[in-house]
Nanobody, 130 residues
Framework: QVQLVESGGGLVQAGGSLRLACAAS????????TGWFRQAPGVGKEREFV??????????VAADSVKGRFTISRDNGKNTVYLQMNSLESEDTAVYYC?????????????????????WGQGTQVTVSS
């Protein structure tokens, strides 16, 4: 059974930092590109792309809204992907999800589309107080 489990969320003041972790079981993340998404509170809020990392960890992409503040990394030995969040703002308040998509070797690993991801975690709440 495939499981992705996020951890590390919590309450932090604006300007602070958090590191989220996404631990996988039932699959080897080395074969998967991994993305982070978030869904802010409120009616009609879509789950939005935050960033993604290639299966090797050599390439990352961050959304414009978090570029320069958030960093994605992975430790394939621990089957875990991380989202380091610095300089947090109240607008970063959301439930954060990690997701994995299998990528055939030699093809484009990158996708910001949530529909391209097969496996999802249950989410972890991040609340930034101003």
């Amino acid at each position: 059974q495939v499981q992705l489990v996020e951890s590390g969320g919590g309450l932090v003041q604006a300007g602070g930092s958090l590191r989220l972790a996404c631990a996988a079981s039932g699959l080897t993340l080395f074969n998967y590109a991994t993305g982070w998404f978030r869904q802010a509170p409120g009616v009609g809020k879509e789950r939005e792309f935050v960033g993604a990392i290639s299966w090797s960890g050599e390439s990352t992409v961050a959304a414009d809204s978090v570029k320069g503040r958030f960093t994605i990394s992975r430790d394939n030995g621990k089957n875990t992907v991380y989202l380091q969040m610095n300089s947090l703002e109240s607008e970063d308040t959301a439930v954060y999800y990690c997701a994995a998509r299998w990528v055939r070797f030699g093809t484009n690993w990158y996708s910001p589309l949530k529909t391209d991801y097969t496996y999802w975690g249950q989410g972890t709440q991040v609340t930034v107080s101003s």
